[in-house]
C-alpha cells in the first residue's frame, strides 16, 4: 500500500500520534477509540505492514510504538498532527486545572458556627421575614423566600447585597446566592451562602457556609462580618437587643 495512503486514514494516523512518544499495548490503544477491537487492530496491522510501528513483547504483550525514521518524509506530517495534539491536550489539563482550583477554593470556602438560645424555628424566621431581617442586619431587606426570589440588604451609604434564594427547607436549611451591588470582585449572585439550622436541646446551632469567595482577602473579609452578624442575630433571636448595626445606613423616622 502507498505510505500516504497508510497514514491518511484518520485512526491510522492517530494510532501513530498515540505512540510517537510512548509505548502501548494494543488494547490501550483501542481503548482511545470509539470503534471496535476488531477494527483498531487491523489499523495497527496495516501500520505495522507499511514498517511504521514497531512491536516489543513483554510477557504476553505486544507493546507497539512509532518507528519514526522508518516513515521518512511523512515524518514531518505526523509531527505536526502529534504537536496539535499536544497542544490541545495541554489547553484541557489548564482548563481542568482550573476548574479544580475553583472546586478547591468553593470546598474551602469559610464556616462559622454559633449557638443560639433559640429553637430552629424561630431562628429560621429571622432570616425569611424582612422586619427580623433588619432587626440583625441592615436597614432594609427585600426577602422573597421561595426558589429564586429575591434576596436584597441595604446596607451603608445605600450598598446593597444581592442574590437570590436557591432553596428554602424550614426550618433547618436555606441557600442564596450572595454578591455586592457595584463590585466587580463580588458581584450580584457570584458567591453562595448556606445556612444548617440543628436544634441542641432547647437552642439552635447554626452553621453559616459562604462558598466562592475569590481569594483569601475575600474569605477574611466576609468571615469578619459574618461573625459579628451571627452573634448580632444570636442575641436578637433570644430575646436580646443588639442595637444599631454598625454597617447600616440609619434611616430616620
Do not use: C
Not at 499536544?86 to 462559622?112: C, F, H, N
Amino acid at each position: 500500500m502507498d505510505p500516504l495512503r497508510v497514514i491518511a486514514a484518520p485512526r491510522r494516523l492517530q494510532i501513530l500520534v498515540m505512540v510517537w512518544d510512548q509505548e502501548l499495548s494494543a488494547g490501550q490503544i483501542a481503548a482511545g477509540f470509539d470503534v471496535s477491537w476488531g477494527a483498531v487492530s487491523q489499523h495497527i496491522t496495516v501500520l505495522r505492514n507499511a514498517g511504521f510501528l514497531r512491536q516489543r513483547r513483554q510477557g504476553t504483550s505486544r507493546l507497539y510504538r512509532a518507528d519514526k525514521d522508518a516513515l521518512g518524509a511523512l515524518r514531518a506530517v505526523v509531527e505536526e498532527k502529534w504537536r496539535t495534539s499536544l497542544t490541545r491536550l495541554k489547553a484541557l489539563a489548564e482548563a481542568e486545572q482550573r476548574e479544580r482550583d475553583r472546586t478547591v477554593s468553593d470546598a474551602a470556602g469559610l464556616e462559622v458556627a454559633i449557638h443560639i438560645d433559640a429553637r430552629p424555628e424561630t431562628v429560621f424566621e429571622f432570616f425569611i421575614d424582612p422586619a427580623r431581617y433588619v432587626e440583625w442586619m441592615g436597614s432594609d431587606a427585600t426577602i422573597e423566600p421561595v426558589p429564586g426570589g429575591t434576596y436584597r440588604v441595604r446596607m451603608r451609604d445605600g450598598v446593597e447585597t444581592a442574590g437570590e434564594f436557591v432553596e428554602i427547607d424550614p426550618p433547618h436549611r436555606l441557600v442564596f446566592t450572595w454578591g455586592w451591588q457595584g463590585d466587580e470582585v463580588v458581584p450580584p449572585t457570584s458567591t453562595r451562602v448556606e445556612i444548617i439550622l440543628t436544634p441542641t436541646g432547647s437552642g439552635t446551632d447554626l452553621l453559616l457556609r459562604h462558598l466562592g469567595l475569590p481569594g483569601q482577602a475575600q474569605r477574611a473579609h466576609h468571615r469578619q462580618g459574618w461573625e459579628m452578624y451571627l452573634n448580632r442575630l444570636a442575641t436578637r433571636a433570644s430575646g436580646g437587643d443588639p442595637g444599631p448595626d454598625p454597617n447600616a445606613e440609619q434611616l430616620r423616622p
